[in-house]
């Protein structure tokens, strides 16, 4: 098969399409994150890079705190949103329509609408060029009740969605059940 090649690119798929949050003072803002995934199992752990400059990086620098919340495919209009407006000139909280809830961290703003939430505590912090890695420690996870089966995640009811980067900027759902695993 013939290779072309693209020279080096941030292309990985699929990519999570994230709404991370943190506490402005005391009020929550939203920031979309698609660079991001599970890191460590044990402690389990979740990585997102940040640009410096961005307002969630400071927010999430402030408590040391931030959440990772997992919207389904029929929140597209919300992540896209957070994605392309500065926390610092708009509540996306307020505009989204967002009911925010906490847990035992207090300053880790999770999103009630998304069918799952980490709520991490900043771990590490590594400058890699033009962003920042942010490593949190998973505290806690939250799914909703009706994305359960038998008491577990069921990632047909939780429907993620994810970003594509690649011909076109896009957001998509996951596809079909190839066969099982381990």
């Known amino acids: 098969m013939a290779k072309a090649k693209l ?21 929550p803002n939203f920031a979309t994150v698609a660079w991001g995934g599970i890191v ?17 990086y400071k927010c999430i ?16 209009a919300e992540t896209d949103f957070c994605g392309i407006i500065s926390g610092s000139k708009i509540d996306k909280v307020f505009a989204c ?6 847990g035992a961290l207090k ?11 980490l709520e991490c505590t900043l771990s590490e912090m590594t ?17 909703s009740e009706e994305c359960l089966t038998n008491g577990r995640p069921d990632v047909d009811k939780i429907r993620p969605l994810s970003y594509s980067a690649g011909r076109v900027a896009e957001y998509r759902a996951l596809g079909e059940i190839l066969g099982p695993a381990f």
């Open 7 to 27: 020279g080096p690119q941030e292309l990985v798929y699929p990519m999570p399409a994230f709404l991370v949050g943190a506490l402005n003072g005391d009020c």
């Open 40 to 56: 460590c199992s044990t402690p389990p752990m979740v990585g997102i890079s940040l640009r410096p400059s961005r307002f969630t």
């Open 61 to 76: 620098k402030e408590h040391s705190t931030f959440s990772v919340n997992i919207p389904s495919i029929t929140q597209v």
């Open 97 to 102: 329509d967002f009911h925010i809830f906490y």
């Open 107 to 117: 300053t880790a703003p999770l999103i009630e609408e998304c069918p799952m939430n």
């Open 127 to 143: 400058t890699l060029g033009s962003h920042v890695l942010m490593i949190g420690e998973i505290i806690e996870s939250y799914v």
